[in-house]
């Protein structure tokens, strides 16, 4: 309820003062709320090993909290609404019950896309109409997805389990394991996003394409511009290019994608090993530049913005 009225007060005044304010609130609950739920355990179980290895121990342990089912989701479309409205791209929702529908939307809400609010409030707002081809769709695409997910990613996930749980298996079953695996995390991911895409079609609510064949592209800026899209485009839009994008030095270049790519994987899973993804990203960026690559331009105020996300 916070982030409907804090969007309505953004939307609604001239006062540079008050639409700042409205939009700390918003940002200040997303995250307080977010990092509540999904990240104090992972930074006390952390600050606790590290203050252990001086002989110090913490007064309070971990909480036995449940993770609310899709938190991660719909706070990054909460922040993109009150932003949008902040940027005067999106009027602020005038009933809190269309607002609400947005943020719980259910097709898409456990595993995406990432719907920008510009996009699907619209259509919540507006009478919808169901027809017999977006009921005929919707299911190929509920039926394509299970397959996707219930047939081949389950299925490719006993062998690569077994290989890689394995300690003696050979290279060429790792290997096989390997590309099994780019395929299982394919299916499990795009099967998700059809099945949410043919609900809402029954619905007569028309959401993102969120992976176009991204193993069929050639080089790794196609790949990127094809895996995930939603969550793709929201870090550039939000998070990239907000924090300067390429339009410095080098040097900052890098760090921007740095801390792109760390709070992205942050975004998927809390675990240490997500940090490395930051640590990559310079010799990533590198390695694209050599092959010349740009990827996912855009013009912004008359410069040519030019984002390389993950």
Same mark, same amino acid.
Request: net charge positive.
């Given at each position: 309820?916070?982030?409907?009225?804090? =969007?309505?007060?953004?939307?609604?005044?001239?006062?540079?003062?008050?639409?700042?304010i409205g939009l700390a609130i918003s940002i200040t609950t997303d995250l307080g709320i977010l990092g509540f739920f999904k990240y104090f355990n992972f930074f006390i179980e952390n600050l606790s090993s590290l203050l252990g290895e001086f002989g110090i121990s913490l007064p309070f342990g971990m909480l036995q909290i449940v993770l609310p089912v899709g938190i991660s989701f719909y706070t990054f479309q909460t922040m993109s609404y009150t932003l949008d409205?902040?940027?005067?791209?999106?009027?602020?929702?005038?009933?809190?019950?269309?607002?609400?529908?947005?943020?719980?939307?259910?097709p898409q809400l456990v595993a995406g896309p990432i719907?920008?609010?510009?996009?699907?409030?619209?259509?919540?707002?507006?009478?919808?109409?169901?027809? /017999?081809? =977006?009921?005929?769709?919707?299911?190929?695409?509920?039926?394509? =997805?299970?397959?996707k997910k219930c047939v081949i990613a389950d299925n490719l996930a006993i062998l690569v389990e077994g290989v890689f749980s394995s300690s003696g298996s050979s290279g060429a079953a790792s290997l096989v394991a390997l590309y099994a695996f780019a395929f299982q995390i394919f299916c499990d991911f795009s099967g998700y996003s059809d099945i949410a895409r043919g609900l809402a079609k029954w619905m007569?609510?028309?959401?993102?394409?969120?992976?176009?064949?991204?193993?069929?592209?050639?080089n790794p800026k196609?790949?990127?511009?094809?895996?995930?899209?939603?969550?793709?485009?929201?870090?550039?839009?939000?998070?990239y290019i907000p924090l300067g994008g390429n339009r410095k030095e080098p040097r900052r270049t890098y760090i921007n994608l740095a801390l792109t790519m760390l709070l992205g994987g942050l975004w998927h899973?809390?675990?240490?090993?997500?940090?490395?993804? =930051?640590?990559?990203? /310079?010799?990533?960026?590198?390695?694209?530049?050599?092959?010349?690559?740009?990827?996912?331009?855009? /013009?912004?105020?008359?410069?040519?913005e030019v984002a390389v996300v993950a």
């Amino acid at each position: 309820m916070w982030i409907f009225f804090a =969007g309505w007060i953004i939307g609604n005044t001239s006062n540079q003062r008050k639409r700042k304010i409205g939009l700390a609130i918003s940002i200040t609950t997303d995250l307080g709320i977010l990092g509540f739920f999904k990240y104090f355990n992972f930074f006390i179980e952390n600050l606790s090993s590290l203050l252990g290895e001086f002989g110090i121990s913490l007064p309070f342990g971990m909480l036995q909290i449940v993770l609310p089912v899709g938190i991660s989701f719909y706070t990054f479309q909460t922040m993109s609404y009150t932003l949008d409205v902040y940027r005067g791209q999106l009027k602020p929702a005038r009933s809190y019950l269309d607002f609400a529908t947005f943020v719980s939307f259910f097709p898409q809400l456990v595993a995406g896309p990432i719907e920008r609010a510009s996009q699907l409030l619209p259509q919540i707002q507006r009478p919808r109409t169901i027809t /017999r081809a =977006g009921m005929e769709e919707g299911a190929w695409l509920i039926f394509w =997805g299970l397959f996707k997910k219930c047939v081949i990613a389950d299925n490719l996930a006993i062998l690569v389990e077994g290989v890689f749980s394995s300690s003696g298996s050979s290279g060429a079953a790792s290997l096989v394991a390997l590309y099994a695996f780019a395929f299982q995390i394919f299916c499990d991911f795009s099967g998700y996003s059809d099945i949410a895409r043919g609900l809402a079609k029954w619905m007569g609510v028309e959401l993102m394409v969120n992976f176009r064949n991204p193993y069929f592209v050639t080089n790794p800026k196609d790949f990127w511009a094809h895996w995930h899209i939603s969550l793709s485009s929201w870090l550039r839009d939000y998070l990239y290019i907000p924090l300067g994008g390429n339009r410095k030095e080098p040097r900052r270049t890098y760090i921007n994608l740095a801390l792109t790519m760390l709070l992205g994987g942050l975004w998927h899973e809390c675990r240490m090993d997500i940090c490395d993804l =930051g640590r990559v990203a /310079r010799p990533f960026v590198d390695c694209l530049s050599c092959m010349g690559a740009t990827v996912l331009a855009q /013009r912004n105020s008359g410069f040519r913005e030019v984002a390389v996300v993950a």
